[in-house]
């Protein structure tokens, strides 16, 4: 097998029941490397059982995050870099493409489509999912925030990249697929939430921070109080997320829930 140039880097902490599946389907890839946060259950027996390379993350608060501190620390062999998390796992289709694309010179980076899947069953609508997660490290990085005096998650889940010159798209879609239990879902998203919360009132406060279009529409319903409501309509009318069954309803619901909060936790801060 004729592998790819592409160093594929898998951020991780406890994640035995996702990560056997998404490292299977990684084997085209010249070089993996999983980056984990301290787990203990069998996450670091079961990469290096895979043949992939282990980096111990510790977080001291400050920047670099986990992302950033792989791109900075570990031995990379190849300048195009692929993130994922243990619950993405990629198709023959989508290696495929990257093996092509990445021959490319005109472009530095692409954004990564999801299909994603929620209670077990694939959702083929409601709003999508893509991040521009596959990049030249000569040419990109994660921005970085402001965050060391009140973030609590080690790892950029809702920094972007900031990338040079021009960014394509992979058409074929990697799938998002937790094998965890409903529980870690929402205590995950309760920690997002309160990241969110934070950042926001970062943001109002006079950061300089540069806001992609969607994240302004965000920030900006956010300060209207409409988001939760505005997404629930968007999800699960305009996008037809009710053809999705009692799946696409739970999760319009959770991620509605999930802004109102963000805007529960915004009120409480600015009491404090």
Known sequence: ?????????????????????????????????????????????????????????????????????????????????????????????????????????????????????FMGKQLRYGYGFKKSALFKRSKGAYEKIDEDLWSHLD?????????????????????HKDFKDLDHYIAKHNAYSSWEAQRFLQLKSGSNQQLSFNQKIKYGLLTTGLLPAVYFLGAYFLKLGFLDGREGFYLARFKSHYFFQIQTKVALLKRK
């Open 1 to 117: 097998m004729i592998k790819i140039p592409v160093t594929v880097i898998v951020s991780v902490k406890n994640e035995e029941l996702n990560l056997p599946s998404c490292l299977d389907k990684l084997v085209r890839f010249d070089q993996i490397i999983v980056v984990d946060s301290g787990s203990t259950d069998k996450t670091k027996d079961i990469a290096i059982s895979k043949g992939a390379e282990v980096l111990q993350f510790e977080w001291n608060g400050r920047f670099p995050k986990k992302r950033n501190w792989a791109l900075q620390n570990a031995t990379i062999k190849y300048d195009w870099v692929l993130f994922l998390d243990a619950d993405e796992f990629v198709t023959d289709a989508f290696v495929d493409e990257i093996a092509l694309k990445t021959l490319d010179p005109s472009f530095n980076g692409y954004t990564i489509q999801f299909e994603n899947f």
């Open 155 to 175: 790892m950029e889940v809702h920094e972007h990249p900031i990338i040079e010159g021009n960014v394509g798209v992979i058409e074929a879609k990697v799938a």
